[in-house]
């Protein structure tokens, strides 16, 4: 019953924040956004999310985390984890600079263990892209007037929300003590809605606004494995391998424009090009890898480093063309946690876990022939309960994204991340002496 | 614990909620990212799907009505005949009629189409059938007494004419005037009225105001127009100048109605006189000669000949584009308006009407209102009309008119033609201009 509460309540805000992603005035998050499918989304672990990581070879008994299929294999607890996320972008380029903040959902988990430290199935939902931008440029054009042709100064407003999600259902198994893999299929599915008004400075001209609202889904298919090497450097020490990838999908898109008229004080819609008429096309969403190697000094420290690669050269457009803007993505990351709550000491400060980390994103766009890089540094806590099995964790970032040269757009990224994990033995027959 | 980490947890999403709501946002960076060209595209479309078609609408009891016989090089020969039905109605419920009292019809020419510098001579008949000016269409015929009552001479100078009617009709109007028991009924029964008929060496078509109420400087309300003047005999009872005055000599020529500054001059000095306002007036066309071979687009504000413009939106790909402006361009074809002989003058209303009919209502007599009145431009001799709204209902379904009915001006009873340039006209033929953005960026 305390799950569901806690369940219906993420999906509650979950619901709030989809649909403030609807409105076409949606806060903005990073401009490049605008291009491809979106910001790729690398948060699968509140864990990993203080480190600047995946966390593709960082397990915790204690926590859900999607990062790794392979995990699930060694689920002990039915566990569940929902997260947000806020973040406030402070962009910047040769003409001007904005600021703004947006709150949303990240991710949903629940994990079951069917047989502890055995097989472990999973069910979650995350975002892989994400798309939320507002753009706004002032022109003019040569139009004809009553009397001749005369230069009318216009205002045109781009703005898009969606990404593309994914429902994953999946399941790990250990197959030796220290070997661990695991599979999730997932359906993907998203949306990209960008709405375009254009506003003359002249009574001639009416307002013009249309909506490019483009369908996608398709099934994916993600493998995961783990690898525990105990007793490396010295006793009690463990070397973790793990490593992920998704294989490349072909998303089924599907695209209409609707048009908004606004006539008084009433808006009509008209659908103009209907999604017959398009068609059913595929867009590559691309092959992902991530490779992690962790190491836990002892049960109270680890160190992380982590690779991520993506391929959005092979990403093609709607229209079938490969997009001139994208390419592969390299992200590398380094992070570490230190666990003061296990020790056991009294105190505040002794009852949380300590992370931070830094990850650098290459980046998967190349606009005006610069690469769109992205320099991350993070670092959180965790709060651990009572029992050690739930926890929140709060882990703050501060990134830099792009560049100011070649027209280009600077983003400051300010964030925090909250995560709610839950864990119990559930499904145990307690015995009353 | 699970209480305490819930609480936690939902005291933390609050706290990131409100910081949330109290950010702005005002993203004005990235414009670079914006193409240039929004595709914010002009046509200039050629419309060339344009007819003249022949519809009809009524006549009667419109603000004016015409009367004349002109050979227009463009629309023919176009003979129109009035028809005037006489009323009861006073200023003054305490009018009336006395033995042997006068009655006279007055007209007043407004406008003239045509031979400016000729005289319109008019025959003025009895109507012998009953007939209803609500009814009365352009092709309306009633049948008159063959023989003539007498006859109207107007000029380019006439202000107005009274036309002293026979005695006997005066008296037998008399009786229907003071009934006290449903007069208009009986008069409408037994008194058809006069049919204003030019002679076929007319060259003139005169349009005439009906009546309507003035007010002089001192505030004296009084009827002006054409209608019928009572003028009781000299030693009735009241003497007075009555309600209002005409002006004319009585003997059916013209002669002004006024002193020149909208003051009235008594024509009848130490006479009681009084109006009576015509029960309804109509009028038909007839045209003959009709086959003109231009190129020109000859319209006709009395639905005689409608410029059928069909935008044609989906043949055109319009359908699907994201319309800012949309405008309809006709021109005057200056060189056809032109074309006349010396002193001669085809009077325009200054402005197109644009109706929307669909079938049924094209079977019938058109009683709509236009949908647009585009005004006339004089820099460059135009007829613009916005259609934007007008187009961006189709597109939604709110309508499934494509087609629009072009008059030259307001069925107010005269007659005003308004030649537009055709397909054929270069830069002055009729154009949609429209100026969308593409949205398949």
Redesign the interface.
């Known amino acids: 019953m305390?799950y569901f509460s806690?369940i219906l309540?993420a999906l509650v805000?979950f619901a709030a924040t989809e649909a403030q992603a609807q409105e076409n005035?949606a806060?903005?998050a990073s401009?490049y956004s605008?291009?491809g499918l979106g910001t790729p989304q690398d948060i699968l672990s509140s864990q990993g999310a203080g480190m600047a990581i995946v966390g593709v070879a960082t397990p915790d008994r204690s926590r859900a985390s999607l990062a790794n299929p392979a995990f699930w294999g060694s689920a002990y607890f039915t566990s569940m984890s929902a997260g947000?996320n806020?973040q406030?972008h402070d962009?910047?380029?040769n003409?001007?600079?904005?600021?703004?903040?947006?709150?949303g959902f990240s991710h949903f988990q629940a994990q079951f263990p069917v047989i502890r430290d055995r097989l472990g199935l999973s069910i979650g939902m995350y975002q892989d892209t994400n798309i939320r931008?507002?753009?706004?440029?002032?022109?003019s054009?040569t139009?004809?007037t009553?009397?001749s042709l005369s230069v009318i100064d216009?205002q045109?407003a781009?703005s898009g929300t969606g990404g593309i999600n994914r429902i994953e259902a999946g399941f790990g198994l250990r197959i030796t003590d220290n070997f661990y893999v695991g599979y999730a299929p997932s359906l993907m599915f998203g949306l990209k809605e960008q709405d375009?008004q254009?506003l003359?400075n002249s009574p001639?001209?009416?307002?013009?606004?249309?909506t490019?609202r483009t369908r996608y889904r398709a099934f994916a298919h993600r493998f995961g494995t783990m690898i525990l090497l105990p007793n490396v450097f010295r006793g009690r020490d463990q070397l973790i391998f793990g490593a992920t990838a998704t294989l490349p999908v072909e998303l089924s898109a599907n695209r209409r424009?609707t048009?908004q008229?606004i006539?008084g004080n009433t808006t009509?819609?008209?659908d103009?090009?209907p999604e017959s008429t398009y068609g059913n096309r595929d867009v590559t969403f691309p092959f992902e890898t991530t490779v992690g190697l962790t190491y836990f000094a002892s049960r109270y420290f680890m160190v992380a480093t982590e690779a991520h690669y993506q391929q959005w050269s092979e990403h093609n457009s709607f229209n079938g063309e490969f997009d001139e803007n994208m390419k592969d993505r390299l992200k590398v990351g380094l992070g570490l946690e230190y666990d003061v709550y296990s020790r056991g000491n009294p105190g505040l400060f002794n009852s949380l876990i300590y992370r931070a980390g830094a990850s650098y994103d290459d980046g998967h766009l190349t606009?005006?022939n610069t690469n769109i890089e992205t320099l991350l540094f993070t670092a959180g806590i965790g709060?651990p309960?009572?029992?050690g099995t739930?926890?929140?964790d709060?882990n703050l970032e501060y990134g830099i994204r792009g560049t100011q040269s070649n027209?280009?757009?600077r983003e400051r990224i300010f964030g925090?991340r909250?995560s709610?994990n839950?864990s119990e033995l559930m499904f145990l027959q307690r015995r009353v002496n | 614990?699970?209480t305490?980490?819930?609480g936690?947890?939902?005291v933390?999403?609050i706290t990131?909620?409100i910081?949330?709501s109290?950010?702005?946002?005002?993203?004005?960076?990235?414009?670079?990212?914006?193409p240039?060209d929004?595709n914010?595209i002009?046509d200039?479309l050629d419309i060339t799907n344009l007819t003249i078609e022949e519809l009809v609408t009524f006549t009667g009891n419109l603000t004016y009505f015409s009367a004349g016989k002109y050979q227009d090089q463009v629309y023919g020969e176009v003979k129109s005949t009035s028809f005037l039905a006489p009323g009861i109605s006073t200023l003054s419920p305490a009018d009336s009629m006395e033995a042997g009292a006068e009655v006279y019809l007055v007209l007043e020419p407004f406008n003239f189409y045509g031979d400016t510098t000729s005289t319109a001579v008019f025959d003025l008949h009895y109507i012998t059938e009953r007939w209803r000016p609500n009814d009365a269409n352009v092709n309306s015929q009633f049948s008159t007494d063959p023989v003539s009552i007498g006859s109207i001479e107007i000029t380019a100078e006439t202000d107005s004419v009274l036309f002293q009617l026979p005695q006997q009709w005066a008296d037998n109007f008399r009786g229907f005037f003071n009934e006290t028991e449903n007069p208009i009924e009986n008069l409408r029964a037994n008194e058809f009225g006069f049919a204003l008929v030019p002679r076929d060496d007319n060259n003139v078509i005169v349009g005439f105001r009906t009546e309507s109420l003035q007010q002089d400087t001192l505030g004296n309300s009084f009827y002006s127009g054409s209608r019928l003047f009572v003028v009781n005999p000299e030693g009735s009872d009241d003497d007075d100048n009555g309600d209002d005055n005409g002006n004319g000599n009585g003997n059916g020529e013209s002669s002004t109605m006024d002193n020149g500054n909208g003051d009235f001059v008594d024509p009848f000095p130490g006479r009681n006189t009084f109006s009576v306002l015509l029960r309804g007036s109509a009028f038909n066309i007839q045209r003959e000669n009709t086959d003109y071979e231009g190129t020109s687009l000859p319209l006709l504000n009395t639905f005689e000949q409608n410029l059928v413009l069909e935008m044609d939106l989906e043949g055109r790909g319009l359908?699907?584009?994201?319309?800012?402006?949309a405008?309809i361009l006709l021109f005057d074809d200056l060189e056809a308006i032109e074309d006349l002989p010396e002193n001669h003058f085809r009077p325009k209303s200054g402005r197109l009407q644009y109706y929307t009919l669909n079938d049924t209502e094209r079977q019938f007599e058109v009683v709509k209102l236009p949908v647009f009145e585009p005004q006339f431009?004089e820099?460059?001799n135009s007829y613009?009309v916005?259609v934007?709204?007008f187009i961006?209902n189709f597109?939604?379904g709110?309508s499934t008119q494509t087609r629009f009915y072009i008059t030259s001006g307001n069925n107010n009873g005269l007659i005003l033609p308004a030649i537009l340039a055709g397909p054929e006209s270069g830069e002055r033929s009729p154009k949609l201009?429209i100026?969308?953005?593409n949205?398949?960026n």
């Open positions: 305390k806690i309540c805000v005035e806060n903005s401009i605008y291009l947000f806020l406030t962009a910047t380029d003409f001007g600079s904005s600021s703004s903040t947006t709150l931008y507002n753009l706004l440029t002032n022109d054009v139009l004809p009553a009397d216009y045109s781009i375009n254009f003359f001639l001209y009416g307002p013009a606004r249309f490019e424009i048009s008229l006539s009509r819609s008209l103009l090009i606009v005006n709060i309960s009572r029992t739930s926890s929140i709060i027209d280009l757009v925090v909250l709610l839950l | 614990m699970y305490r980490i819930t936690l947890f939902v933390s999403l990131l909620g910081i949330s109290c950010s702005d946002d005002n993203n004005i960076v990235g414009s670079t990212f914006i240039s929004r914010i002009v200039t359908l699907d584009q994201v319309i800012s402006r405008e431009r820099g460059d613009r916005n934007t709204s961006q597109q939604t709110q201009i100026t969308r953005i949205p398949e």
